[in-house]
């Protein structure tokens, strides 16, 4: 069974203000408000963390869940901040952007909670 | 042997708001006069400015004031585009130049742009709201159309100073902010005073049955000062200086909920 690793887009904005998280979307300026689970995913991505020991570790104490169920979920809930181009998910560790190999985000469609 | 040119008048108006004055040259004495008066108050005989504009006047052609804006970076130029302009500003030399028509409204937007852009670098914005000073504070009244900037505007008491009934005017100074009047208006028409105070509150309005102020969560704040801002340049670098700027105001400024029924007694509420 593959992993699955995230990373955060150093290309969006983000604030912490009284236990919630907003992002911004410096491409097209969409506002983002993320929920407690998202939270958690936006502040472990660190690239080289598998999604499965974050849910393990951090979501699954937190939460009450079954392992399987809350993998599942939080998977789903990866694959939609990728499609906002807040997160950056691959199969493989993601590495630190080599400003040479000019390592660039795929452009998605952005749609969500707008200012 | 005849002259093949003949020189044309240059003429000059600096237009100040907010501390920053711009210069515009035209060669239309009416555009010029136009200016004087849609600015009046604002029009300063100062010789310095930090940005000088030549503003080329076309003949009418159909342009269209509702297309949408679009204001770009690439190499140091800043391109700013409308259905009914499109100018170009270079900061470095502190010189562009507006290509429109003999109307207002296009170098109103294009003012407003250039603000935007000058105040996002450093930590201030322009806010939808109407905004006033009352013993020597500012304060801003947040709210989309219909939600009552015009009204509260209108109910304003005699001692209170406008700034503006529709876009404030807000820069950041030291560890607080200052609010500075605008001739940028909304339905109320009128120029707001060409004065500044530092900024007590934010109020974001609401209509109700009785006039109350309640405090309301950072994020909401947060949120409220950005769905109410305006900014219009695609630029990764500046949308996320503004939206910095947001969270470092709310972390300054008190922000409550002001709900109003329509009479002035909303004002005893306020300064």
Redo the contacts between chains.
């Keep these: 069974m593959s992993r699955l690793y995230m990373a955060r887009n150093p290309?969006v904005?983000a604030?912490s203000?009284?236990?919630?998280m907003?992002i911004?979307?410096?491409?097209d300026?969409t506002?983002f408000?993320l929920n407690r689970t998202a939270t958690i995913l936006w502040q472990a991505a660190d690239g080289t963390t598998p999604l499965d020991e974050i849910v393990e570790h951090r979501i699954v104490p937190e939460f009450e869940v079954g392992p399987a169920e809350a993998l599942q979920d939080a998977e789903t809930l990866a694959r939609e901040l990728a499609s906002h181009e807040i997160l950056q998910i691959s199969e493989q560790p993601i590495l630190p952007r080599n400003p040479v190999a000019g390592e660039s985000w795929a452009k998605g469609s952005t749609t969500g909670e707008s200012? | 042997m005849p002259e093949l040119a003949t020189d044309v008048e240059r003429l000059t108006l600096v237009i100040e708001i907010g501390g920053m004055p711009v210069r515009v040259h035209t060669t239309d004495p009416r555009f010029l006069a136009m200016l004087q008066d849609r600015y009046a108050g604002f029009v300063t005989s100062s010789e310095h400015a930090e940005i000088t504009f030549d503003v080329d006047l076309t003949p009418p052609q159909g342009a269209d004031p509702d297309a949408p804006v679009r204001v770009t970076h690439h190499k140091g130029r800043w391109t700013l585009e409308r259905g009914d302009f499109r100018a170009e500003w270079e900061p470095a030399s502190r010189t562009g130049w507006i290509r429109q028509t003999a109307n207002p409204y296009s170098i109103d937007a294009v003012l407003r742009i250039v603000h935007t852009l000058v105040l996002a670098r450093q930590g201030g914005f322009l806010l939808h709201s109407a905004s006033a000073i009352r013993n020597g504070k500012a304060f801003l009244f947040a709210g989309v159309s219909e939600a009552g900037k015009t009204t509260i505007s209108r109910l304003a008491p005699p001692d209170a100073t406008l700034l503006t009934d529709e876009i404030s005017y807000v820069r950041k100074q030291d560890s607080g902010y200052i609010a500075f009047g605008t001739p940028f208006t909304g339905e109320l028409a009128k120029l707001g005073e060409n004065v500044s105070a530092p900024v007590a509150a934010l109020y974001l309005l609401a209509k109700g049955k009785e006039n109350r102020i309640d405090p309301i969560p950072p994020g909401e704040a947060a949120r409220s000062l950005l769905a109410n801002l305006l900014f219009f340049a695609e630029d990764e670098d500046l949308v996320q200086a503004i939206f910095h700027s947001a969270f470092e105001f709310v972390s300054r400024v008190p922000v409550s909920r002001l709900t109003f029924v329509p009479d002035a007694r909303v004002w005893e509420l306020i300064g």
């Excluded at chain 1, 203000?17 to 919630?20: A, F, H, N």
């Excluded at chain 1, 911004?24 to 491409?27: D, I, K, V």
């Design positions: 290309r904005a604030r203000l009284d236990g919630e907003m911004m979307s410096s491409r300026s506002l408000t200012r």
